[in-house]
T-cell receptor
Framework: DADVTQTPRNRITKTGKRIMLECSQT?????MYWYRQDPGLGLRLIYY???????NKGEISDGYSVSRQAQAKFSLSLESAIPNQTALYFC??????????????FGAGSRLTVL | RKEVEQDPGPFNVPEGATVAFNCTYS??????FFWYRQDCRKEPKLLMS???SGNEDGRFTAQLNRASQYISLLIRDSKLSDSATYLC?????????????FGKGTHLIIQP
């Protein structure tokens, strides 16, 4: 099984729908992140969490919310999806104690299409 | 100047050749530097960290030039399996991945 698992892997939805992307990890890392990737653009940070009680906005948090349900689970929600949220979304983890604070382990990605 | 800038390519290189590409960054206070590799439609994976003194991992060599604010990646004896997009990643702060800025990537195609 993958260390960082994202569900769903692919989703097509309509404008205005609420969407949740889920991420779970077995690495035991405290730090978790949500990024989006668009063609021709670098990965951009949406939200991050350093532990269960910590939630922080990233560069592009508008239109998104997150929930850190447990150390191992970090979900991303789009309350009312719009077409420009069509992108590839990645969850990632890091751990200062083992792999290093700056080294990210990514999930396989969730491809979201908003029509 | 963009925070992290890379030539998007594609770089078309024959198998066995040596290829090098650079990445420039705008924040002179940047603290740490990395190369990630991303295969088509896959997640990015860490290729190597870049240290001030330069570092090598097999066929891959990374260099940092703080004065000119660029990092480089050299791939020797390129293999078909090296075909991928290489992401330059720079951290402007110590201690947290929340400070990471990703370049758009350089697309490398190794041809048989």
């Amino acid at each position: 099984d993958a260390d960082v698992t994202q569900t769903p892997r692919n989703r097509i939805t309509k404008t205005g729908k609420r969407i949740m992307l889920e991420c779970s990890q077995t690495k035991g890392h405290d730090r978790m992140y949500w990024y989006r990737q668009d063609p021709g653009l670098g990965l951009r940070l949406i939200y991050y969490s350093f532990d269960v009680k910590d939630i922080n906005k990233g560069e592009i948090s508008d239109g998104y919310s997150v929930s850190r349900q447990a150390q191992a689970k970090f979900s991303l929600s789009l309350e009312s999806a719009i077409p420009n949220q069509t992108a590839l979304y990645f969850c990632a983890t890091s751990d200062p104690q083992t792999t290093g604070a700056n080294v990210l382990t990514f999930g396989a990605g969730s491809r979201l299409t908003v029509l | 100047r963009k925070e992290v800038e890379q030539d998007p390519g594609p770089f078309n290189v024959p198998e066995g050749a040596t290829v090098a590409f650079n990445c420039t960054y705008s924040n002179s206070a940047s603290q740490s530097f990395f190369w990630y590799r991303q295969d088509c439609r896959k997640e990015p994976k860490l290729l190597m960290s870049v240290y001030s003194s330069g570092n090598e991992d097999g066929r891959f060599t990374a260099q940092l030039n703080r004065a000119s604010q660029y990092i480089s990646l050299l791939i020797r004896d390129s293999k078909l399996s090296d075909s991928a997009t290489y992401l330059c990643v720079v951290n402007k702060i110590w201690g947290g991945a929340d400070g990471l800025t990703f370049g758009k990537g350089t697309h490398l195609i190794i041809q048989p």
